[in-house]
């Protein structure tokens, strides 16, 4: 996968305070996609781990998970968990993650620098196996107030600071001027569900 405009995507990501967007690793359970166009760029990572109940007390609230890596965590179900007292020892907890990352170059940008957040979260309905998905999304548009050429940096003033930006693309760096706007969005979406133990052969 290239990666041209990675180090923007990190550093707008640090300097807004959100959380860095997540490597490739090198896992099975992983995979990353990067779309790119003129002025616009889109990447996606989604992760897939499953771990099983090792352990469960439904008074305490507690679960032992036992990961891929043969690790136990424990964890304690919040309230907002339904239907924990369908999980039994042996079952198979997924936990999906999916981040997605799109920056869109807005040139002559009028919009006011902004930071804005969303979040959502679905829970398992009363008697449905224990499950939900739970998404947040920031959008940030910052505005290009230098442009230097013979370092190949960008400086970006967003809505609480301005950070200095390496552009590895050429051919990207050659559309950004000062007065432009970046738009990012960056959306985090979690999804947890529990399988039935499975049945022992006979």
Do not use: C, W
Not at 132 to 152: F, R
Request: aromatic share 2%; no cysteine; proline share 5%.
């Amino acid at each position: 996968m290239k990666r041209q405009l990675l180090p923007i995507v990190a550093a707008l990501l640090s300097a807004l305070s959100m959380p860095a967007f997540a490597q490739q690793a090198a896992d099975p359970n992983t995979m990353a996609t990067k779309e790119s166009s003129p002025g616009k760029v889109t990447m996606t990572q989604g992760t897939k781990v499953t771990a099983t109940v090792e352990a469960i007390d439904q008074q305490t609230r507690e679960v032992t998970l036992k990961g891929p890596k043969g690790k136990l965590h424990t964890m304690t179900a919040g309230p907002d968990v339904r239907n924990l007292d369908q999980v039994k020892v042996g079952d198979k907890v997924v936990v999906r993650y999916l981040e997605a990352l799109s920056l869109t170059l807005k040139k002559d940008g009028k919009e006011l620098r902004s930071k804005v957040e969303t979040e959502g979260s679905k829970r398992a309905a009363q008697g449905e196996r224990p499950g939900g998905v739970a998404a947040q999304q920031v959008e940030v548009t910052a505005d290009v107030v230098a442009v230097n050429a013979k370092t190949q940096t960008v400086t970006l003033k967003g809505p609480k600071q301005t950070v200095d930006l390496k552009v590895r693309d050429p051919a990207q760096f050659k559309l950004i001027k000062v007065g432009d706007q970046i738009q990012a969005v960056y959306t985090q979406a979690l999804a947890l569900s529990v399988e039935p133990a499975p049945t022992a052969m006979k």
